[in-house]
């Protein structure tokens, strides 16, 4: 092993202060339902833009209390893209509900809304509940036209915005929108998952500018419990500062102190991190231009979680690469093919823009602390599969 490899396609970047915020956050009175939660929670919406933000244990538990939040029961249908995580689909199965997957677009691989829209059109008024947008590799999926749609269709909508804190896209007034600022969709997402921007071991937040969503998600993070005595509802003059009610079936979705001293701490370097990402993206642009290697739609405002490429013999490449200590990734198999879905009624087949995306693409090394010398081995390695084949 060499001081270059071996080289993931993503991982965090841990610094001295962030060590000495988690070591102190150690000696505190509080290694979970302390005051750091909500340190943490002021300084994420503040970076977001949105009033409201709700930390939970991870990505997919703020997935899941979002689907409670919003409703998802039995008796709903919730539309989402096969391009994911998923977990973006299973948290409406958690609520019973019923998950149905649309086409992507081929440009960009984020949820095609005309797709969405058809399905819309061609159901009964009333069919659908909810749409959950990705914005998937930090592409920053236009919330604005989602929310049009989802008007017209009387559904919530819930971004999934885990790859891009950070990104944002410009709405038809001109004025730059972040993703998960709440000012469209009804409810965002992120994790903290180390891979993603901001790591905190595990961890995730729900974002939003609905007072009354933000105060329900605060109950469901904590068994549905209520310690505010404005909102008791039968409170006598027997019951002393220890009373509390149960009001909802409400979960432990709650994130340690420890994690979100951790997280207060990355945040700092937010801004930084997402410069070098798109430096590194600029590079693998460059370096694909006019060759067989096909890349994604990269437009201003993405918040590259991932970089990636379209090629022909990916297995080939992706064994090559992983011969080299280049550890890249393929994201996602699509969720409708997997064996869980399948058994669900699903059939390989069925979105055939997510399937051929699927054929061909590959996840290369991004991440801030790549270093130039790795991100030229990773280049020159991928250029040098395609000169020797
Ligand atoms: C990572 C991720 C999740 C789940 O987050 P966890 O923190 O791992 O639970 C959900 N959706 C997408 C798109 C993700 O990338």
Known sequence: MSLMTPIPYGRQCITEDDIDVVVK???????????????FENVFADYIGCKYAVAVSNGTAALHLSALALGVNKNSKVITSPITFAASANCVLYCGGEVIFADIEEKSAVLDINKVRELLVNSPKGTFQGIIPIDFAGFPVNM???RQLADEFDCWLLEDSCH???GFFMDS??????????????LAIFSFHPVKHIACGE?????????????KLLRLRTHGITKD????????????????EMQELGYNYRLPDLNA????????????????????????????ENTQIKTLHNPRGHAYHLYVIQVDNRLGLYNYLKDNEIYAQVHYIPVHTLPYYQGLGWKNGDFPIAEAYYEKCLSLPMYPSLTDKQQDFVINSIKNYYNGN
Request: charged share 20%; proline share 2%; hydrophobic share 30%.
């Open 261 to 288: 001293a951790l997280g207060i701490s990355q945040l700092q370097r937010a801004h930084e991190g997402i410069e070098r990402r798109i430096e590194i993206a600029r590079k693998y642009d460059a370096a694909f």
């Open 173 to 186: 007034n001109g004025v730059q929108q972040n993703c998960g600022n709440g000012q469209y969709a009804d």
């Open 164 to 166: 891009s804190p950070g």
């Open 25 to 39: 956050s150690l000696q505190s009175n509080f290694l979970t339902q302390g005051p750091t939660i909500e340190a």
């Open 229 to 244: 005595s404005n909102k008791f509802v039968k409170k006598t003059q027997k019951d002393g500062a220890w009373y509390y």
């Open 203 to 215: 961890g995730g937040m729900i974002t939003t500018n609905n007072k009354e969503l933000y105060e």
């Open 144 to 146: 604005e036209s989602f």
